[in-house]
């Protein structure tokens, strides 16, 4: 497949959102509230820290939540003082704080959320809060550190290739992906992308290997028990390939289609199942293949070209 203007479709926000986890950008100094705080002090809480909403907790564990509009709710019906446990929301969607950080601008997105309460994964614990004014903060400061060390990193491994004495060069590197193991999400595509900017190789051409490692890893994570993703680096061209043993693929051009997806249930409360995975990566590719046996598994091929490192 043809690659079309890259540039302008895939730039360092995109990509950012897929490398950093949501533990780099959430706020952990978060105020709180128990189930037992009076609805008159949730309104002195909310006025005098200026916040529209705060997590409810019990034992260090999220209970629930309590909105402004929550709140407001409660005047237009009377006002009577009781606790916030009577108004809040119990069932309360949440994310885990060492996810990728496009799980929590998807679920902020698609529930129309103000703030998604972020959870450690090991304890179960409250640890922080993510709203889209953290998003934006955290991303932007993220891109100065990144600034600079691309600088560094440009200044140490130009013309990698051109150094080389070889009729022909090229770079081998294997990733093993553990199925089902969410905590280890992104780490792949984040891996390759730091190893292809050491190299010298142009920011644009990371992005599109990044983007589109990233959702093939997804794909082996939450659909099979496991597999690997090899990328060669050659002088004028990247390939990568992305084998599992899951269940395969039982009609490859539905699967194609902007917004299919047979994901369970599961996947879907995770932020994921929204039918655009193999959509991305064929958006980032200039040739993209595919085959797929049922119950034996799945061969994803791509190629990016290069035409300058």
């Given amino acids: 497949m043809k690659h079309e203007n890259k540039e302008k479709t895939i730039n360092k926000i995109q990509e950012m959102v897929y490398e950093l986890k949501i533990g780099d950008v959430m706020k952990q100094d978060v105020i709180t509230v128990e189930p037992e705080t009076l609805m008159s002090e949730l309104r002195t809480i909310l006025r005098d820290t200026r916040i529209s909403g705060t997590p409810v907790v019990k034992n260090d564990k999220l209970v629930g939540i309590i909105s402004i509009e929550d709140f407001i709710k409660w005047l237009t019906e009377g006002g009577e003082d009781h606790p916030v446990e009577s108004s809040m929301s119990s069932t309360v969607k949440t994310a885990y704080s060492d996810e990728p950080l496009v799980h929590a601008i998807s679920a902020l997105e698609k529930h129309g959320y103000g703030r998604l309460p972020i959870i450690e994964r090991e304890t179960g614990k409250l640890a922080g809060i993510v709203t889209k004014g953290t998003v934006i903060?955290?991303?932007?400061?993220?891109?100065?550190?990144?600034?600079?060390?691309?600088?560094?990193?440009?200044?140490?491994?130009?013309?990698?290739?051109?150094?080389?004495?070889?009729?022909?060069?090229?770079?081998?590197?294997?990733?093993?992906?553990?199925?089902?193991?969410?905590?280890?999400?992104?780490?792949?595509?984040?891996?390759?992308?730091?190893?292809?900017?050491?190299?010298?190789?142009?920011?644009?051409?990371?992005?599109?290997?990044a983007i589109a490692a990233y959702e093939s890893e997804m794909n082996i994570i939450f659909y099979t028990e496991g597999g690997n993703i090899t990328v060669f680096v050659h002088s004028k061209l990247i390939q990568m390939e992305a084998k599992d043993t899951g269940p395969g693929i039982p009609d490859i051009e539905k699967a194609l289609e902007p917004g299919f997806s047979t994901a369970p249930d599961w996947v879907r409360e995770l932020g994921f199942g929204a039918g655009m995975g193999l959509v991305n990566i064929k958006k980032c590719a200039d040739e993209f293949k595919i085959s797929s046996d049922v119950k034996k598994g799945t061969d994803l091929n791509i190629t990016i070209k290069m035409e300058a490192l």
């Fill in 137 to 209: 903060e955290g991303l932007l400061r993220e891109l100065e550190i990144d600034y600079h060390e691309d600088e560094i990193r440009r200044y140490r491994a130009s013309h990698f290739f051109e150094d080389i004495i070889a009729d022909k060069t090229t770079l081998i590197f294997q990733y093993n992906i553990e199925g089902n193991n969410f905590s280890k999400a992104g780490t792949v595509a984040s891996g390759l992308k730091k190893t292809l900017l050491r190299l010298g190789i142009g920011p644009v051409i990371c992005r599109r290997v």
